[in-house]
């Protein structure tokens, strides 16, 4: 994860300004006070700010689906079609048109640097939408104003194109202002890395489609070395710390609102409970020492719903728990857990706090990493970088050391956690104990046990980023999900399109009905 933290109110001002100046980008008048010319640098971290913007609502729903929360109508599997409009809408009015201006006229002015960013930016976000979406505009899309929707098989591979494009780019002359590249400050070999762990996870994703195709494409990869190998590395969107204009993590500003944002997943709260895992203290911060479900007081504070959970909230926004420092930068959660015993090793009440009522029973102690809200987006990083690794060398026999991966990803995840929380940091003994138990369990399981182990343990590690989560299980079953208590729907198998497109879209107007059902019950295409 990058060390330096951007305050977005400076960003969102410089956007502010870039919105104020698309006015002169199409003045008729040739008047040299008023520029003809987009500024690339200005234009570029638009593109950032809106990719990852609206990213936050398809996480939202996928992180419902997948359970790593429980609010909102997806985590009863029902969906309609304006669940998803901000997100659509706001990539394709925002980013892409955006992206298309930087590499059209960064091409023009050899601006290779500024063109290869946006084309690696295109091929992640399109790439996002062909895995929750499946078919969508991509060839025509910010061309024509009613553009056809394009197979997801054909868009991924002119993805790969893309990137190879964008690599080739770089050797031309890489040179941006630092400033403007929210993401990696302007260095190529950070983008080179990038980019090919993006090509990399869309072979992964394809492999069922093409085994071999896959396994030669990851092995190249991994052999070329020019992979996120670092946390330093990772494609990772960082929030601020500002109230107004508000640059906060939407996860801290939704759940620390009077109001609340739905209920923690009780999923998450049991299995790392189960699994002696200490990221449960990161994860979901508790408000009320003896909160349980149903708003009762006979609980240790994780009141929160299983999934498909449909009953009426009651007033609970001071009883509910809420998210944690990671990856929202809420707050850590020192409290006691009564029912911790002996044989919990790694999660444990040392040093925990104690009380009897309210919560008195911890502190918020708003120190470094602790209560900010800049938080982190963990688009693409090592740690999924080496859980695929991990996935190919089970599945495509890659050769390389899957348990020895495993540990790996779960290392930088848990550095990546300590990186937000320097104030309360996982100890290393912690750190190492628990990844040498990981070791010992992957060592005497089957074949399937061991991909069961991989893939439980990158869910975990994916608390932050639910579509990576809804990828992954949709591409494996795993982990295996549990039941939902009063379901409305099946399982999505995709999202509902934007109901605005497919009533203004005369591509599509005459067949929206059966398109929208067929979001819910038909694999996207890498899926088989």
Avoid at 172 to 189: A, E
Avoid at 190 to 204: C, D, I, P, T, V
Avoid at 312 to 335: E, K, W
Avoid at 427 to 444: C, M
């Amino acid at each position: 994860m990058k060390k330096t933290t951007y305050i977005l109110g400076t960003c969102l001002l410089a956007i502010q300004f870039l919105f104020t100046a698309c006015d002169d980008f199409i003045d008729i008048n040739d008047d040299p006070n008023n520029p003809t010319v987009p500024q690339l640098s200005l234009l570029l971290p638009a593109t950032q700010l809106s990719i990852a913007g609206n990213f936050d609502n398809i996480n939202r729903g996928a992180s419902n689906v997948i359970q790593h929360r429980a609010a909102g109508s997806l985590n009863r599997y029902d969906q309609s079609g304006t669940t998803f409009q901000a997100a659509w809408l706001g990539f394709y009015t925002q980013a892409i048109p955006d992206l298309e201006t930087i590499i059209q006229e960064g091409t023009a002015q050899s601006s290779w640097g500024y063109v290869s960013i946006a084309k690696i930016q295109k091929a992640f976000l399109y790439s996002t939408m062909v895995d929750v979406w499946g078919d969508v505009p991509y060839f025509d899309a910010a061309k024509v104003a009613d553009p056809k929707f394009d197979k997801g098989e054909e868009i991924y591979n002119d993805l790969i194109g893309l990137i190879d494009e964008a690599l080739s780019d770089m050797d031309r002359g890489f040179t941006v202002v630092s400033s403007s590249d929210l993401f990696y400050q302007g260095s190529k070999l950070k983008w080179q890395k990038m980019a090919n762990s993006l090509k990399l996870k869309l072979y992964m994703q394809m492999r069922l489609v093409n085994p071999e195709r896959s396994k030669l494409a990851i092995s190249n990869l991994v052999q070329a070395g020019v992979l996120i190998d670092n946390n330093s590395d990772d494609f990772t969107f960082l929030f601020g710390t500002n109230a107004a204009p508000n640059t906060r993590h939407p996860w801290f500003t939704t759940g620390y609102a009077p109001g609340r944002d739905g209920y923690v997943s009780m999923v998450v709260v049991d299995r790392l409970k189960e699994q002696d895992d200490p990221r449960l203290r990161y994860y979901i911060f508790r408000i009320n020492a003896k909160a349980g479900l149903a708003n009762s007081q006979v609980g240790e504070g994780y009141y929160g719903r299983y999934p498909g959970d449909g009953a009426a909230s009651p007033a609970d926004q001071n009883t509910r728990a809420i998210v944690g420092i990671y990856p929202a930068a809420g707050l850590f959660d020192n409290g006691a857990m009564p029912s911790l015993g002996d044989d919990n090793i790694f999660l444990n009440n040392i040093g925990a706090a104690t009380g009897t009522t309210g919560n008195s029973f911890k502190i918020a102690l708003f120190a470094n990493g602790d209560g900010s809200g800049a938080g982190i987006l963990p688009l693409l990083t090592h740690a999924m970088v080496k859980f695929y690794r991990a996935e190919a060398a089970l599945v495509l026999n890659t050769g390389e050391d899957a348990g020895l991966l495993m540990n790996q990803a779960v290392a930088a995840h848990f550095q990546a956690i300590n990186e937000l929380s320097p104030a309360f940091p996982i100890a290393p003994a912690t750190s190492t104990g628990f990844i040498n138990r990981l070791s010992e369990h992957f060592a005497s399981a089957t074949a399937q046990g061991k991909l069961e182990l991989v893939m439980m343990q990158k869910w975990i590690a994916m608390y932050g980023n639910g579509v990576e989560s809804y990828n992954d299980y949709r591409r494996t079953g795993l982990p295996e999900l549990q039941d939902l208590i009063a379901p409305l729907d099946v399982f999505p198998e995709r999202f509902y399109y934007s109901e605005t497109e497919l009533t203004s879209n005369e591509t599509v107007v005459d067949t929206r009905d059966q398109l929208q059902r067929d979001q819910q019950i038909v694999p996207v295409f890498w899926k088989k």
